[in-house]
């Protein structure tokens, strides 16, 4: 189970359907891996529903809506998960949650990852957002680091595989974490398996130390 999750105003605001693609789409990871924001999730969007439902009660009595219409649209919403569901499923790797499976080959070993070593490597990802947000996994060897650095905003990270480990804790499948201007570390993975992860920016990161000046020009 995971130690480390998205803070409450995150979590409300994926369930109003207020998250842009990227960000939802890892909190949706998250939430699939934690029951814990799984029910809190589940309770505003109830909540969500009753203050719909007060609305409705006090809007134009002249309105007419047939009543099977609230039934006959779960039972689509439904349908189309399931069928989504069972298609996605099909040959891919159990590691991947379900919100990632149709932007994401079979497995991870399939992904033409690239970087400036072999020891950390990086996939982008593509999920249609307005420039707000870049998307990527992160791959580091096991026992190997990143370079010391800070960020230039806020970087959402949730651990894919394996787990890795910071000046601020340590970190295994399913943590969500929240780095950004005040973080400085250097994330380093645990020695039995590399470790992935998907991460989230609006920002791009800034090496510091020797390694700074000349790196930091090529990020984003």
Known sequence: MANYHPNAELLM???AGQ????????VACHIQQCPHCRNQVRTYERLGGELLETMWTKADDNIVVSE???????????????????AEDTGVDKNIPKPLRRFVPKNFDDL???GFSSNIQQYDLNFGDDNQYVAKFYKIKAGKEL?????????????????????????????FILANEQTQHSPRAHNDM???????????LKLTGFWGAL??????
């Open 68 to 86: 099977d219409l609230l039934s006959k649209t779960i039972a689509r919403l439904g349908d189309s998960r399931s069928s989504s569901a069972s």
């Open 215 to 220: 790196i930091n020009p090529f990020l984003r």
């Open 147 to 175: 370079p010391e650095h800070t960020h230039k905003g806020n970087e959402f990270t949730l651990v894919m595989s394996g787990a890795f480990s910071d000046e601020a804790g340590s970190y295994h499948s399913g943590d």
């Open 194 to 204: 590399d470790c992935i992860c998907f991460a989230v920016m609006d920002a791009p």
């Open 13 to 15: 605001q994926f369930a």
């Open 112 to 114: 033409p990852w690239y």
């Open 19 to 26: 998250l842009d693609n990227a960000l939802g789409i890892m």
